[in-house]
């Protein structure tokens, strides 16, 4: 495989490697494995995921995105942006606006000069809000929403003090969330009127540094189970912010819309050594 062009870029502290697959450059019979090693820190690249910019018939572009242990996801809302960036900075779309098929549907995006970009999420589902969950712990309270991707969000008084590796892996593989797993948020709202969060990301199988669907999702219960208005401001693990906007409707949520930076962090090109 020769060399292959690609963009580091970071969203909210979520890093990809992206690749404009337009016209192939990716050989698919080694795609995995080209994934899994480039996405290895201090071996290689290094990122919590791969996404690939490809032609569609049915809008601006399509994506395949991959976590870092190779797994393919419907969704991810930090990609999503970074990807809509890169896009629009090849020409795809008009006027900063892009849309592309995902997983999860269509995604539109608009980007914006200042380098954030501001995404339109799928319907989320329902949240359902306060369920019980037993664990090796005890009882929990948990609520649950998909926002793209499944996402449980658990309410904590501290946030600098949850063990998110442990008790997200627990939770994640919870018999509860089977076969597929879910995504685990542990949120806090602040004095500041914003809501802390951090994310324990499956496919990763990590905590993250941010997540977009998992903001969003943590949003949206904290505004079934409080009131809170839109948008919601939530702080990141990386210190960046996410801005959730969105709208009621008919007892649930629709018009949901992600907010944060895409920013470029280089372009290079990778060598076969840098994942075989």
């Known amino acids: 495989m020769h060399n292959i062009p690609f963009y580091k870029m970071s969203g909210a502290g979520n890093d990809f490697i992206i690749i404009d697959n337009r016209v192939p450059v990716v050989d698919e019979n080694r795609l995995n494995k080209l994934i899994v090693g480039a996405c290895r820190r201090k071996l290689s690249v290094g990122a919590d995921g791969v996404i690939l910019i490809e032609k569609s018939q049915n809008a601006d572009f399509r994506w395949r995105f991959y976590n870092a242990d190779g797994s ?55 949240a359902s809000i306060d369920r019980e969950i037993v664990l090796s712990g005890g009882k929990n309270r948990i609520s649950f929403v998909n926002t793209g991707v499944p996402h449980v969000v658990m309410e904590v008084s501290e946030i600098g003090g949850i ?98 930076d895409a920013r470029i962090i280089y ?10």
């Open 72 to 126: 393919e996801a419907e969704m991810c809302g930090n990609g999503a942006r970074c990807a809509a960036r890169i896009a629009s900075l090849l020409g795809i779309g008009k006027n900063g606006r892009v849309c592309f098929e995902t997983g999860a549907g269509v995604i539109e995006a608009e980007v914006f000069a200042s380098g954030n970009a501001k995404i339109r999420l799928t319907e989320p589902s329902p």
């Open 163 to 260: 063990d998110v590796k442990a008790l997200g892996r627990e939770i994640r593989r919870h018999a509860d969330f089977s076969p597929a797993g879910t995504n685990v948020n542990f949120v806090s709202a602040q004095e500041t009127g914003r809501l802390a969060i951090r994310t324990y990301e499956r496919g990763v199988e990590d905590e993250t540094l941010a997540c977009g669907t998992g903001a969003s999702a943590a949003a949206l219960v904290m505004a079934q189970k409080y009131g809170w208005p839109s948008p919601i401001a939530v702080d990141t693990r990386s210190g960046s912010l996410l801005t959730i906007h969105f709208e009621r409707s008919d007892g649930g949520f629709s018009n949901l819309f992600l907010e944060g």
């Open 267 to 276: 372009k290079a090109e990778l060598s076969e050594e840098a994942w075989a």
